[in-house]
């Protein structure tokens, strides 16, 4: 089964500032899709960016994007110019070639935190 | 378009009840997926459905059950319900089934069993 492991269950940066999230995850597959998710109080569930395997160029979607390490199984966010909106879980998502039995996996979650 | 609405949005039941839960999708979307999120065990896939069959289960008991309409609107069913069923339930919607096509999720409706 597939597995998605973030290391980093809290981070906070300053207003402005850049923060890189980590992710790693574990798969046979060679074809597959990532994904970033973010959850605010709210905890509406939000799509931040996503990234398909077979793409060598990392997906990019104003001030979100990503480092994709495919031979290393690791999936970065850096969110630039971090701003209080940004404050919320994030968490990073697996999703097989067929769509997998799995449904989407995700990992454990890293709580933003933003300082102002 | 419209996003993907669940109702309830908040209920609190006792246990041994059970409960049912809605999600409607975004307009045209044909698959549902229910996901289930607590404090202990993160996010986890209950099922997924498509064209009104079932397609993947997660590893829940059978006491979790779901159902898809014709007009992709999706139900599940939680019965005989326990303390640990207390969660988050989230539904999210896609196109179809294809790993590329991405999920969109609603807003949950969270669950207390007493």
């Known amino acids: 089964a597939q597995t998605v492991t973030q290391s980093q269950p809290e981070m906070s940066v300053q207003e402005a500032e850049t923060v890189t999230l980590s992710c790693t995850y574990d798969?046979?597959?060679?074809?597959?899709?990532l994904f970033w998710y973010k959850q605010p109080p709210s905890r509406q569930m939000i799509l931040v960016i996503r990234?398909?395997?077979?793409?060598?160029q990392n997906a990019t979607e104003n001030r979100f994007s990503v480092n994709f390490q495919k031979a290393a199984k690791s999936f970065s966010l850096k969110i630039s110019d971090s701003q209080l909106g940004d404050a919320a879980m994030y968490f990073c998502?697996?999703?097989?070639?067929?769509?997998?039995?799995?449904?989407?996996?995700f990992g454990k979650g890293t709580h933003l935190i933003i300082q102002p | 378009k419209a996003g993907v609405t669940q109702t309830p949005r908040y209920l609190i039941k006792t246990r041994g009840q059970q409960v049912t839960l809605s999600c409607s999708p975004i307009?045209?979307?044909?698959?549902v997926s229910w996901y289930q999120q607590t404090p202990g065990q993160g996010l986890q896939f209950l099922f997924e459905?498509?064209?009104?069959?079932?397609?993947n289960k997660g590893n829940f008991p059978g006491r979790f059950s779901g159902r898809q309409f014709s007009n992709s609107r999706s139900e599940m069913n939680v019965s005989t319900l326990e303390l640990g069923d207390s969660a988050l339930y989230l539904c999210?919607?896609?196109?179809?089934?294809?790993?590329?096509?991405?999920?969109?999720f609603g807003p949950g409706t969270r669950l207390t069993v007493l």
């Open positions: 999210a919607s896609s196109p179809g089934l294809a790993g590329s096509d991405t999920q969109y």
């Open positions: 798969t046979s597959e060679s074809d597959y899709y």
């Open positions: 990234q398909e395997a077979y793409k060598q």
């Open positions: 998502a697996y999703r097989g070639p067929g769509g997998g039995a799995d449904g989407l996996t």
């Open positions: 307009s045209g979307h044909r698959s």
């Open positions: 459905y498509f064209s009104e069959t079932q397609r």
